[in-house]
């Protein structure tokens, strides 16, 4: 069982930087593979960025790439989306997820939110034009 709670999002202008956290619950954090997805009002919920169990290997969204960073801290127990240059188009509530199977982070697989297991309860970026 794996609790996450994320933090660090609030309302910025466009241009600005945010860091996202999560932090997660249980002793078996690095056998997961984390996500962060988001959600904009009236849209489906949308995949970010993954990142595999060591942190080795990283993959993302093409409307994220080049501006937007996931990172984890296994030792802390906490994965990170460190977002540049916001865009209005990144307003939406931000959820990070942990997925137990085993894979490449780089197949579609991980790019599904249903094929995740745990999903934390969201928190709120509102980028400002």
């Known amino acids: 069982q794996v609790q996450l709670v994320e933090s660090g999002g609030g309302l910025v202008q466009a241009g600005d930087s945010l860091r996202l956290s999560c932090a997660a619950s249980?002793?078996?954090?690095?056998?997961?593979?984390m996500g962060w997805f988001r959600q904009a009002p009236g849209k489906e919920r949308e995949f970010v960025a993954a990142?595999?169990?060591?942190?080795?290997?990283?993959y993302y969204a093409d409307s994220v790439k080049g501006r937007c960073t996931i990172s984890r801290d296994n030792a802390k127990n906490t994965v990170y989306l460190q977002m540049n240059s916001l865009k209005s188009e990144d307003t939406a509530v931000y959820y990070c997820?942990?997925?137990?199977?085993?894979?490449?982070?780089?197949?579609?697989?991980?790019?599904?939110?249903?094929?995740?297991?745990?999903w934390g309860q969201g928190t709120q970026v509102t980028v400002s034009s």
């Open positions: 249980g002793r078996t954090f690095n056998n997961y593979i």
């Open positions: 997820a942990a997925g137990s199977a085993r894979g490449s982070i780089y197949s579609e697989y991980f790019r599904r939110s249903w094929n995740y297991d745990y």
């Open positions: 990142i595999s169990w060591s942190g080795g290997s990283t």
